[in-house]
Nanobody
């Protein structure tokens, strides 16, 4: 299993950024996929889940109106569109999957929110 995140970078407050996670090594279309983030000195925090083929979504309440999780099963790609970014959103963002009884993480992508 391999998860590779990309799309992080520096963005101004109230700006937008879209993260991607390309997956391989498992059946992506039937797997529930998740986004997490971890800020310095804080625990890793769950943000959003998109379920398998149905594509039903769940969000952390504090990001529900600003972030959109989506998936492209044809490209084995998970996406997190982030809008109205705040300084408190600065963190390393990770995608995650549980498959065959094990959890897997990507290497993360850094998001910095600053003017």
């Amino acid at each position: 299993v391999q998860l590779v995140e990309s799309g992080g970078g520096l963005v101004q407050p109230w700006g937008s950024l879209t993260l991607s996670c390309v997956a391989s090594g498992f059946t992506f279309s039937t797997a529930a996929m998740k986004w997490y983030r971890q800020a310095p000195g804080k625990e890793r925090e769950w943000l959003a889940t998109i379920r398998d083929v149905a594509g039903n979504t769940l969000y952390l309440p504090s990001v529900k109106d600003r972030f959109i999780i989506s998936r492209d099963n044809a490209k084995n790609t998970l996406t997190l569109q982030m809008n109205n970014l705040e300084p408190g959103d600065a963190a390393v963002y990770f995608c995650n999957v549980w498959t065959s009884g094990l959890g897997y993480w990507g290497q993360g992508t850094q998001v910095t929110v600053s003017s």
